[in-house]
């Protein structure tokens, strides 16, 4: 009886064991990208400084979390004119919001390594619930977590007046990120 | 006077309409680059791309009609190196006919922005994405278009001379004034 319980606890323990919790997001492997439609012509951006911090486990997904924090001046909008021009009034008001963040609140499992991952983005002091999907990759020595999803600028502000027409700036951002990580 | 002194009706018909689609383009250009980001300079720098599409295109039919149809001769007494010249400069309005919208369409895509032709037909990014290259284009793309100006205000220069200082009946060629009749 003895030797029964103690092999069944040493079976519950064992997926634990092995198991690695990725705490460690790896910024050189790691990407923020967007594009956008201007008049009709896709252009693609990115941003090149942000950090995030995580947890995830692929055995306790539901007790995954993590915070992204972007620095809107590393932006690359298309151009050195559009660069410039985003950190305004209109754009990002860069000097008031410097940053944009997620908060995760919540991630699902929805098999095969995917995941959604529920939170809060805010930009320009705008906070909105998003649902991202996400795909975990896992890798011999560091894991991929890659999400895409599409963001409408105008729920944040961003890109107001003049620049509110969504027909010479598409109002639909598609933002695609790659977060690698190492494990513990 | 026998036709042969007047160039084609084809040709004579891209030759105007051409010479309309440049004498927009230009002016844009020049206008819209000092502008302040805003929809509308957006806006002006994808027609300015549409124009610029559509003058290579139409120098190319020209091109191809030009190859199969001889143009009406100069006038007699014009001097020798005079017609040199001219033909010298018939080429070179040629070269930067093509040149111009090339160095666009590539300083386009350096700058990271495909040409979509009125927005519906992409043309291939023929170069990566290169703020470097971009910019060199840029200068380049200027550079040909002030030759463009220089040899375009020679040409009707020299087509203004041969008409009304020596009086030969020369505008009549590009379809200018009543046909002369024998």
Do not use: C
Request: no cysteine.
């Amino acid at each position: 009886m003895k030797l029964a319980a103690f092999t069944l606890m040493a079976v519950l323990a064992a997926p634990a064991a092995y198991a690695i919790e990725y705490t460690t997001a790896l910024p050189k492997q790691s990407r923020v990208n967007f594009e956008f439609r201007q008049m009709g012509v896709p252009v693609k951006g990115g941003f090149k400084r942000f950090t995030t911090q995580m947890a995830f486990d692929p055995a306790r997904p539901e007790a995954a979390r993590a915070t992204i924090e972007i620095d809107l001046a590393s932006i690359d909008a298309g151009s050195r004119e559009a660069d410039d021009e985003s950190a305004g009034k209109l754009w990002f008001n860069r000097s008031v919001y410097p940053k944009a963040t997620f908060v995760s609140s919540e991630v699902r499992a929805l098999g095969a390594n995917r995941f959604e991952l529920r939170g809060t983005l805010t930009l320009k002091g705008k906070p909105r619930d998003m649902i991202i999907p996400v795909t975990y990759t896992p890798g011999k020595n560091a894991a991929t977590f890659d999400g895409s999803f599409v963001l409408r600028r105008l729920d944040f502000g961003i890109g107001e007046g003049l620049w509110a027409d969504v027909a010479t700036v598409a109002n639909e951002v598609q933002v695609k990120f790659r977060i690698a990580a190492t494990g513990k | 006077m026998s036709a042969s002194n007047r160039y084609s009706t084809t040709a004579i018909a891209l030759h105007w309409l051409v010479a309309l689609l440049i004498f927009s383009a230009f002016p844009l250009g020049l206008y819209m680059v000092g502008l302040p980001l805003s929809p509308d300079k957006l806006k002006l720098y994808s027609y300015h791309k549409w124009i610029g599409v559509t003058v290579f295109l139409l120098v190319a039919i020209r091109l191809a009609w030009r190859a199969k149809h001889t143009p009406p001769a100069l006038p007699d007494g014009i001097a020798a190196w005079q017609r040199r010249a001219s033909a010298m400069a018939h080429g070179l309005l040629y070269a930067l006919m093509v040149a111009i919208p090339l160095s666009g369409w590539l300083m386009s895509s350096a700058k990271g922005f495909q040409t979509v032709w009125f927005g519906v037909l992409p043309l291939p990014d023929l170069v990566e994405r290169n703020r470097e290259l971009g910019d060199m284009l840029a200068t380049v793309h200027q550079a040909l278009n002030y030759s463009l100006a220089a040899l375009v205000i020679l040409h009707v220069a020299a087509a203004l001379k041969h008409h009304f200082v020596e009086r030969r009946p020369f505008l009549q060629r590009m379809g200018l004034g009543r046909k002369e009749r024998t």
